[in-house]
């Protein structure tokens, strides 16, 4: 019956709807792991307990990122995905930029990490390498945890990192082995940290074309930043073309949680 619902899904609005109605009605969750096979040849496991992962199964996970992903992204490109998570982005951009290109994925968070891991090898994606690590401004180990109430889609550290946590290691993102050529796009969602990202990233940075950014206002207060901070290091290393990814129901989204933002920062 799932694999019936699943090639339903690949319809956007019956997707969409079937997301609504497991998240705002009584209809009940199933509360198991599947395999979700998709109509551009993607198969991923995921948990259906997980509000992120449901969103996933549904298709209707950041569809203006996703197809944001699938257009900037060609053979032969280099992808940086840093927050990771399961593997959403990582898998899309495996098949984009094919046997020559290169896909680094990081995660941070254990249990994120291993359902990655899964999903790049149920792809026989031979051009993604896993990082289990989070990228900071320096070397060393961090505690990372699940925000509180909230699922496996907002894994922070620092004060907001209340429920789950576990000690990790970090790199920066110039002292991770990426290559030296040009990274077509980093897409970045690191909870807040992204400053400390950039600050330690200045080589990186000066190779990438696109970086697809989260601009989380709340999440940046709490780590002692702001979107100007942001904005300015990227600016500073070229990247100062500025898209809005906007969705359906932004309008709606934007009174709910006017705190997000998802951006493109591309050069001039």
């Not at 009605?25 to 948990?47: F, H, N, W």
């Not at 896993?130 to 109430?149: F, K, L, P, Y």
């Not at 990274?183 to 909870?191: G, N, P, S, T, Y």
């Amino acid at each position: 019956m799932m694999r019936a619902v699943a090639g339903l899904l690949d319809v956007p609005p019956l997707g969409k709807a079937l997301e609504v109605a497991w998240d705002h009605t009584a209809l009940p969750i199933p509360r198991r792991r599947v395999v979700r096979r998709y109509a551009d040849g993607r198969s991923m496991e995921l948990d259906l307990a997980d509000r992120t992962q449901r969103a996933m199964f549904c298709g209707a996970y950041e569809p203006a990122e996703t197809a944001a992903v699938a257009t900037i992204l060609r053979p032969g490109s280099t992808f940086i995905d840093a927050g990771a998570h399961v593997g959403w982005f990582t898998i899309l951009a495996a098949g984009r930029v094919g046997a020559g290109g290169a896909v680094h994925a990081v995660e941070a968070f254990p249990d994120n990490a291993r359902m990655l891991t899964r999903n790049v090898a149920r792809n026989a994606a031979q051009n993604v390498l896993v990082h289990h690590q989070a990228i900071s401004d320096q070397r060393g180990s961090m505690v990372v945890g699940r925000q509180a109430g909230s699922d496996s889609g907002s894994v922070t550290a620092g004060p907001g990192a209340t429920e789950a946590q576990v000690e990790v290691p970090t790199s920066t993102l110039d002292d991770m082995d990426t290559g030296d050529g040009p990274v077509a796009l980093l897409k970045i969602d690191v909870e807040g940290l992204e400053a400390r990202v950039f600050a330690a990233a200045p080589r990186t940075l000066r190779r990438v074309g696109t970086v697809m950014i989260e601009i989380n206002n709340g999440a940046l207060a709490r780590n002692g930043s702001t979107q100007d901070e942001l904005l300015g290091a990227l600016a500073e290393a070229g990247l100062q073309t500025i898209t809005e990814l906007r969705r359906p129901l932004d309008g709606l989204r934007s009174m709910l949680a006017p705190t997000y933002r998802n951006l493109l920062v591309g050069r001039c």
